[in-house]
């Protein structure tokens, strides 16, 4: 068991596609779970069938991130219900929230 945000993250060969360079974006958030709670988005469909890119998280703390095992090294020095600052971006927009970490696996 570990501490976690409550995302899954959009397969970094799709996120490519995409077009999308930098950060890790969210493909989903689960329910009820610290990214939920602070109001982070993950990826959807529009009612035509397209894609609507979840948010895309670009640091954590102030550290960046670009993969999965970036954002294990800096939240395995976290303490489930300890928070962190995730900066983000939405729609081209920067914007920074707090989010408390749940417990994920086990």
């Keep these: 068991i570990r501490p976690g945000l409550g995302i899954a993250l959009l397969p970094q060969e799709t996120q490519y596609r995409f077009g ?6 969210i493909g989903e958030v689960m329910k009820k779970g610290g990214a939920d709670r602070a109001g982070l988005k993950g990826m959807k469909s529009d009612r035509f069938g397209r894609y609507i890119l979840g948010d895309i998280i670009l640091q954590i703390e102030g550290k960046k991130v670009n993969s999965l095992n970036d954002i294990y ?34």
């Design 20 to 25: 999308i360079e930098e950060g890790v974006v």
């Design 73 to 106: 090294l800096i939240l395995d020095k976290k303490n489930i219900g300890d928070t962190v600052e995730v900066t983000y971006l939405r729609k081209n927009r920067k914007k920074k929230v707090t989010v408390t970490l749940g417990k994920i696996g086990g």
